[in-house]
């Protein structure tokens, strides 16, 4: 019987990324403490006669970094990883991380000043992507510090990651695929569509995704997964919406975020908590204050905030919105070093509407 982590392995070289003979694998991961998983990977993209490529982080280097590095330093891009970006096919990033909040008293503006350095580098991933020159996913690997951070042992986050994953299926991959048919007819539907109005606690606004691609998250680039997307019209943004979930970036957290725009561009931001760092973010670059993404999460397996992205913004009967970046391949063009996902629940009476038809009620589909 496969062992868990060759499970896991297999799903994300076989399904995700599908690593084919003579692909560059570039395989990242945070901390050793994903070791078990790390080397499955590796064996398993030489089974596929792919070229492997370890990158393993050391805790504290980040943090080192950002308070050290004087502004040259922190414009210059290792021309090593600037190849990698420009060479390899697959690339597959596992967190695994020993403090969550290592970088919650990093110097913000410092952050900011980075992330607009290595913009490119996501830029041209995402660009490539979109031409079908790359394929990459996310994923996690359980440690005391996301689990902590969601309030659980050990031994129940792993048990929820693998619930999340579907990893305790027989045949996880035959249950993502299953995923991916029901979630494109989603994606089909509301790519014909051209207006999208949000309504709920504290929220009404609109958006123009006409011409726009929504596209279907099913394992390929976030794994777990449980969502469909697309980037709206870049001036089209307009009314006010509020997040009631915890937001977390970078080790940051801003609570009750409330964001007012208007032809697509966030005018007014606040927070009970972390408004001075929402801001700093919105401040980042010229793109910043634009909303880079507009997406539904379906995942019913995960219900509860969990202080990880990778998880929350797939809540089952939520939506994120994020602001920053967005997406060649949904026909997006906003640009930005930022993409900070905004987490809503919607399962307290929100609606959205489609074309001015009710699609979507208390947290599900009704299309």
């Known amino acids: ?36 998983l790390v080397k499955e ?4 993209v030489l089974l596929k006669g792919g070229y492997p490529v370890v990158r393993c982080g050391m805790p504290g280097i980040q943090e080192t970094f950002i308070k050290y590095a004087n502004d040259e330093q922190l414009e210059y891009i290792d021309p090593m990883l600037q190849t990698e970006y420009e060479k390899a096919s697959k690339f597959i990033s596992i967190g695994a991380p020993l403090n969550v909040k290592a970088m919650a008293k990093a110097d913000s503006k410092k952050m900011a000043k980075r992330s607009s350095a290595t913009r490119h580098l996501s830029d041209m991933m995402l660009d490539r992507a979109a031409k079908g020159e790359l394929d990459w996913v996310i994923a996690d690997f359980p440690t005391n510090a996301l689990a902590q951070e969601a309030n659980m042992s050990l ?39 051209s207006k999208l109005h949000i309504i709920g606690e504290q929220t009404d606004i609109t958006f123009s995704t006409e011409g726009r691609i929504w596209k279907n998250c099913s394992g390929q680039c976030n794994f777990p997964d449980g969502e469909i997307y697309t980037s709206p019209v870049e001036d089209s943004a307009n009314g006010t919406i509020y997040f009631d979930f915890p937001q977390i970036y970078r080790g940051n957290e801003a609570q009750k975020v409330k964001l007012r725009l ?22 980042m670059d010229d793109g910043s204050r634009f909303v880079g993404e507009i997406a539904i999460g379906t995942n019913d397996m995960i219900q509860d905030v969990t202080g990880n992205i990778l998880f929350d913004e797939k809540i089952g009967g939520a939506i994120h919105m994020a602001i920053g970046a967005s997406y060649p391949e949904t026909g997006g063009k906003n640009v930005s070093g930022l993409h900070w996902d905004l987490i809503k629940n919607m399962k307290n009476g929100s609606e959205i509407y489609a074309d001015d038809k009710l699609i979507y009620k208390d947290g599900k589909f009704i299309v």
Not at 7 to 27: C, H, M, Q
Not at 180 to 188: G, L, T
Request: glycine share 4%; net charge negative.
């Open 41 to 44: 990977i590796y064996k398993q």
């Open 155 to 193: 031994d129940e986050y792993t048990e929820f990651l693998i619930k999340a994953c579907y990893l305790h299926l027989d045949d996880p991959i035959a249950k993502w695929k299953e995923i991916d048919e029901k979630q494109q007819y989603m994606a089909d539907y509301l790519t014909r569509t």
């Open 1 to 36: 019987m496969n062992t868990l982590w060759e499970k896991y392995a297999k799903v994300l070289v076989d399904y995700s990324v599908r690593v084919g003979k003579g692909d560059l694998t570039v395989i990242s991961t945070s901390s050793f403490e994903a070791q078990p």
């Open 262 to 283: 208007e032809n697509g561009k966030v005018v007014e931001a606040h927070a009970e908590k972390g408004e001075a760092f929402l801001n700093d973010m919105l401040n």
